[in-house]
């Protein structure tokens, strides 16, 4: 069973009249993000999109922000900053960093769903200094070190 976490919601002047973030499917993950203000992103422009609300997240949760998929595959537009990281101490105007990687400008509209997010919980690191790491098969080897696309 899927758990429900109470979010805080305002909106703000610009957002009167917008639908808030929602869920479009029983089985979706994330809530599609409206635009709330009309804006031209000319190629390999970027833009913080106003969404005309703040939250107040529960602490030990964040709230990812994530490209829409059609947009990213048919226009090119995508998050910069993917997932992007609203952090629970954030009370400002969520905004969403937008990119044009499309050769064509792009028009977002008022009330356009822009972004999809995603409630998620948080695991603080609690670093502890070792002298040596434990052995991998993998060990040091980086980029490309399991083998690349020619190998499938």
Do not use: C
Not at 25 to 32: S, Y
Not at 108 to 117: E, H, K
């Amino acid at each position: 069973m899927t758990q429900k976490i109470a979010v805080e919601i305002r909106r703000l002047p610009h957002g009167n009249g917008l639908a808030l973030p929602a869920y479009a499917t029983d089985g979706a993950a994330g809530m599609d993000v409206l635009a709330a203000e009309s804006v031209t992103l000319a190629p390999g422009a970027r833009h913080a999109v106003a969404t005309g609300f703040a939250v107040a997240i529960p602490e030990g949760f964040e709230i990812q922000v994530r490209p829409r998929s059609g947009l990213a595959l048919k226009h090119g537009i995508s998050l910069p900053n993917t997932p992007g990281t609203i952090d629970s101490d954030y009370r400002g105007e969520l905004k969403i960093i937008m990119i044009n990687l499309g050769d064509a400008d792009f028009a977002i509209a008022r009330g356009d769903r822009i972004a999809q997010m995603v409630l998620a919980p948080v695991v603080l690191a609690d670093w502890a200094v070792v002298e040596e790491l434990g052995e991998t098969v993998r060990g040091e080897g980086g980029f490309g070190s399991t083998g690349g696309h020619a190998k499938l």
